[in-house]
């Protein structure tokens, strides 16, 4: 691959990995519920479970799309359902009286099991494989995903620590569970492009 079209990938890779998604709107959320040191496991699971997912579509998974195509709208439903199930989660996340998050953040094997299922990592990877790496060759398809775990993780930190720095102004139920609402229902709009 020449530098030319590695400082494309960089830049797809970047745009792809700072824009608004399930993933960022999660962080987003993580890191203003339970802070940012507390979401650093999920953080490395989108990024190295997505370079995982690469790895993985780039040596052949894709292949079996085309030879099932059930198997993609079953995998796009599921994740569709999950997707919502999270939205609910996220939504419920504020307590009625002490103004602290329920529950717990992602794991590192939760969010990195989570890709699997986020149509915008699908897009990702299937995109970047494509026209990054037509020939498919080991070495093509480990450069692809290395981009995207360097490119990924300083990006999804932004979010994540957007979520730490709203937090302090969250510090009363009402405003959690409002922001947390208001987290559940884009996550929920994200969607609307799959249905």
Request: no cysteine; proline share 6%; aromatic share 10%.
């Amino acid at each position: 691959m020449n530098e030319n079209v590695l400082l494309a990938l960089a830049g797809f890779a970047l745009a792809t990995s700072i824009t608004p998604g399930p993933n960022n709107l999660m962080l987003l959320a993580s890191g203003a519920n339970f802070g940012l040191r507390r979401s650093v496991p999920h953080m490395l699971g989108i990024s190295l479970g997505h370079s995982f997912m690469i790895v993985l579509v780039g040596l052949g998974l894709m292949r079996a799309f085309e030879f099932w195509p059930v198997l993609h709208t079953t995998m796009k439903i599921v994740g569709i359902a999950y997707l919502l199930w999270l939205a609910w989660k996220i939504a419920r996340a504020a307590p009625p009286k002490d103004g602290t998050a329920e529950g717990r953040p992602f794991t590192f094997i939760q969010a990195a099991a989570f890709q699997w299922v986020n149509p915008k990592g699908w897009f990702m990877a299937v995109t970047a494989l494509s026209v990054y790496a037509p020939s498919k060759n080991v070495g093509a398809i480990l450069l692809v995903a290395a981009v995207f775990a360097i490119v990924n993780l300083p990006s999804i930190l932004l979010w994540a620590s957007a979520g730490q720095t709203i937090r302090r102004f969250l510090t009363s139920p009402s405003r959690l569970r409002t922001f947390n609402w208001t987290m559940a229902g884009l996550l929920v709009a994200s969607l609307v492009l799959l249905i």
